[in-house]
Every structure is written in C-alpha cells, then in structure tokens.
C-alpha cells in the first residue's frame, strides 16, 4: 500500500502542468501521471521552443507493449506525444523541432531508444515510434525548490479483491465511483487490479 501511495501522490492530472508549452488531448486530461515526466517535458519544450501535445497517456493505451511487459504508461509513468506545434511529428518539415525536443530530453538525462533498466527514457524513430514520441520517467520523488520529498504512510496492506469480501467492495467502489468520474463500474474495477498489480 506505501508504494501505491507513493506512486499516486507523485502524480498529477495531465491537464494541471500549468506549463504553456503542453497541450494535452480532451480523453485524456484527467489521467493521472508522474509529474515529474511533466516538469521535464514541460523544460525540453521551453528549452527547444516548441509546443507539444500528449495524446496518449494511462486510459487509451494498452496495459502491456508487444512483448508482454505491464507497460510504464499503465502506471502513469509514460507519455506519447503525437504533435509537435501543431503539426504531426511524421511531417518532415518539423524534424529539426522534433529532433531539437529529444535532443533536450537527453540533456536531462532521457536515455534514447532504450527503456529497460532506464529510469528516463524517449523513444523516437525506432519500431513502433516513427508516429510518435514516447517519454517515459519512473523515478517517484518529487524536487521543490532543491529539495527533493519521498512520501511515506502506515497503512494497512490487506488487499482487496482477493477474497470474496474483496470481490464485493471492489464492485461496491466501482458502482459508487463509477458514476461521480464518469467512468462505468467495470472501469474502474480494472483500474483497481490495476493497482493490486502495483502492490504485488
């Protein structure tokens, strides 16, 4: 439970960077990702001159990549970004600006085209990454002002939803919540296995 806390309480809406540079698709403006993937986003965009706009966060990407791996985007650890000022990242006439971007991630320490055993990682013009780029950061602790917070809790680890009782609060959380996100009741019970997966 204290790193599902941990995780959730580095993470923050998409559409409450409050950077300029970051535009983020309507779908998904309430998902919830690593805000330090954002700051840095938010600096590789300023520092390159660019606007960018995610279009795939948590809630319309798959949960596992191609090989099988629960993915970085399922934990809101990842981001792709699709355009760049506007325009499609494929369109060669803003391949300096793209390149300028990613080459501003790897200032700050993004290691490119290789996520495994990385913390910080984009991926651009390899499989699967030629119609977007793919950032991803999975360090948890947040730096204001040249310190830097880890966050911890007690909290009692049973988990829900493995036992018949759990089963029912599961659906009991998915029916109340459901609604009041706008979310189905089915929703937000993956989204709970989503996060007894985290705790495992």
Known sequence: MKKLIQLLEANI????SGCPNISVDGDIALNLVNEILLKDICTA?????VNVSITSAVSDHPEKTDSGAISRHSKGQAVD????????????????SVDNFVGQLERLGYERNSE??????????MADH???VHVSNTEENVT???TTSTSSSTTSTDSVGDNPGGRIMNS????????????????????????????K
């Open 172 to 199: 009991l959380i998915g029916s109340t919540l459901g609604p009041m996100l706008g979310l189905k009741e089915h929703r937000v019970n993956k989204e709970i296995d989503k996060i007894k997966n985290l705790l």
């Open 116 to 125: 495994s055993g990385n913390p910080k990682s984009v991926l651009w013009q």
């Open 13 to 16: 809406k998409l559409n409450s």
């Open 81 to 96: 970004i699709s355009k760049i000022n506007g325009k499609s990242v494929k369109d060669a006439s803003i391949k300096t």
């Open 144 to 146: 204001t002002g040249g």
């Open 130 to 132: 030629y119609n977007h």
């Open 45 to 49: 965009a300023k520092n390159s001159s």
